[in-house]
């Protein structure tokens, strides 16, 4: 995107909180009103940048401005949604204060709210900083399913999606969160899409740690939104030079047995779709779940789809799946935003059911834009399949 229409946005929105606080705020403090007036000066010009710097900037300078625009954006949108939520407060205050006069000190609760909000987003990001950048948890879930053969019970899937290697997700943060997956030893591992943020040339040597995934069937991948944007079909090709399988609109068929002491086994399905608006960027990548299963064992005891939307859970469960699991929405990954993600997405987070089938919805393993994670946290998940009469009762 280019950096004028960024930077017109960003003056409009900064020129408004202004309007909203800086007087306030001067009569509070005169030195607290021009502080917080310069650093609106500088956010605006810096947040832009934050998405276009590596572009635009020779490096370091487009690391560095990067990281920057990334924390201002950071910053500034909790101080926008705490500058509305101010003045919603202060409207009802108004009402009340006219249907009973002397009911509220208005000027006091003016004082008070608006040396807060900068306080407050500074805190957020301190919280939300330390929750984005230390690796993720690992968090377990069981899946219960009805009818699931004896050989797939406790089936282990390990799953990973939207860590978005890039400005400000190097090699070592990747590298970390391989370790934590190999040590599940997991029979296999899921990459749900957005794994990166940025073209093959620029990021092929950051993402050179998924080499060591370990699992027993291997790593399988399917593409989402932001590999459309950082030129797919080069990182379909990088991926599979990695060794992970990239599924398009197809599957594989694992046969996975009780042990080596005895030779009964049961088939478990594997398929991948392309992101849900891949077909914006190629007509030949529309996503389709019944592709994908297309001429798959009649008799295989699992379905098991990786969709990086959860959009694509309603024709997934029509095609007969019994779980999808997918990523995208980052749980909102900070307030104010899990109150939004619902307006586009079916599903945010966690285990849910959509019919017959299962969707798993992973808040992410990495994060995207400002380095901040709050009410949201990035999660490794370990799946495990269970007969549905061995699951705790809710």
Known sequence: MAFAPLFAFSLIVHALV???????????????????????????????????????APEPWGHRLTWIGMVCMGVFSSLFALMVVREVVLLFATMLQWMNPGLLNLMALREVTVVLIPIVSIAILAVGYWNARRTAAV???????????EALVGFRIAQISDIHVGPTIKEAYLQRIVHRVN?????????TGDLVDGPVQQLASLVEPLRGLHSTYGSFFVTGNHEYYSGAH???????????TVLMNEHVVIDHGLG????????????????????????????????????????AGFKLLLAHQPRSADAAAKAGFDLQLSGHTHGGQFWPWPHFIRLQQPFTAGLQKLRNMW???????????????????????LLRLIREQDANPA
């Open 234 to 244: 080069a990182w379909i090709n990088a991926l599979r030079m990695l060794g992970v």
């Open 139 to 149: 968090v377990s879930v069981d899946v219960p399913v009805n009818n699931l053969p």
């Open 183 to 191: 040590r599940l030893q997991a029979d296999v591992v899921a990459i």
């Open 260 to 299: 080596s002491n005895t030779h009964a086994s049961a088939s478990l399905v594997l398929a991948g779709v392309t992101d849900y608006s891949a077909h914006h960027f190629d007509t030949s990548h529309q996503s389709d779940p019944h592709k994908a299963i297309a001429n798959a064992p009649t008799d």
């Open 359 to 381: 969707i798993y919805t992973s808040r992410g393993t990495g994060y995207w834009g400002p380095p901040m994670r709050l009410g949201a946290p990035s999660e490794i998940t």
């Open 18 to 56: 202004g309007w909203r606080l800086v007087p306030d705020l001067a009569q509070y403090s005169v030195y607290a009103g021009f502080a917080f007036s310069l650093w609106l000066v500088l956010s605006t010009a810096l947040m832009p940048m934050g998405l276009v710097a590596q572009r635009l």
